[in-house]
């Protein structure tokens, strides 16, 4: 008597009721998580790597619909993505829990000595090569062949979830202007991404729980240098004096950022950083020393010299944000950037 007939498992549904549940979850799981997964994708809508995209891709730049993204911008959609991929794990710890103790792991997984042959068959038969098809069984070997491929795939899917997972929060601050949020446009895919938060009248405690700073380049940070009152600091500014008065907090400044501390020089005065070509005066005028480096690290200071050095510029501030929190006990990076990397001086 076979142990995958139905002899073997009389009494019960072909689809028990614990396994229906748990693939209509999967269902909308998978849906979030498509749309969440969409999300993050805008922020850079392209595959490979910035100047040397796949060119197999025939949609490089091109942005999904926006009745497909769920969570309204990078961050929301990271959230979103990491929250159902926890559910998704927990349905897949049930179902396989079920799978194992009552027993169903006979019937449909893919055994080769059992089901090779038959899923040969069934294969050939549906390529019309074969005019019969095989002993018909409650699966036949493609089908268990399938069933089996998916249960590895959801676990390759939640292992690779767990590599690209690290337990940051990432805040993007601006001047609100009084309005409730503000827009911003990319120069290069013309993306909108909306800001909701701002540094103004942030307390004391929440500045020093931040782990790092990064002033952004370009016309942003000359806006934010704006001032009403000519006798005061602009706040973005202000914000930023404070920053560097906690030496825990990194202070990352790139390209044009440098602007935004024009009008406190006597925090970089002295030090090394590095800047966009076009403010080496602006910067020895301030009393720093400009460094000819891609990336400089001088203490709890990391500048870039442009924005196409920007992944020099974030690996650096995140290894160095690793290295700080694996000295506290937590291990949950492993860091990639070398110090004697070309492109990357850490000044001693």
Sequence with gaps: MPETGDSAFKGRREQPLPIRIVHWCN????TLMAGSGLQIFLAYPSLGPRGAQYGWYPFQGTPTPAWTRIGGWLGGGRQWHFAIAW?????????????????????R????????NGAVAQFLYYLRIRRTP????????????????????????????LAIYKPVQLHFLTRLWGQPSLTFYGHEYK??????????????????SYAAIIVPSAIVSDRLRYTEDINTLPPATEFLKRAFAEKHILKGIIC????????????????????????IGDVRNMGAAY??????????????RTADHCHLFARTIIDLVAARTARNGSRWWRSTVDAREPGVRHVQ
């Design 134 to 161: 095989p002993p018909k069984d409650f699966y036949n070997g493609l089908q268990r062949f399938a069933y089996t491929s998916v249960i590895i795939f959801g676990l390759v899917m939640v292992l690779s979830g």
């Design 191 to 208: 993306v909108p991404f909306e800001c909701h938060e701002s540094f103004e009248n942030m307390d004391d405690a929440t500045l020093r």
């Design 256 to 279: 044009h950022g440098m602007w935004l501390a024009a009008p406190i020089p006597e925090t970089v005065r002295g030090r090394r950083i590095t800047c966009h070509n076009n403010l």
């Design 291 to 304: 460094t000819d480096q891609d990336v400089v690290v001088d203490g709890d200071l990391i500048t870039a």
């Design 87 to 107: 559910f998704f794990v927990l349905n897949g710890l049930f179902y396989l829990s079920y799978f194992v103790l009552s027993g169903e792991w006979r019937r």
């Design 27 to 30: 269902a909308v799981f998978l």
């Design 109 to 116: 997984m893919f055994r080769p000595w059992r089901d090779a």
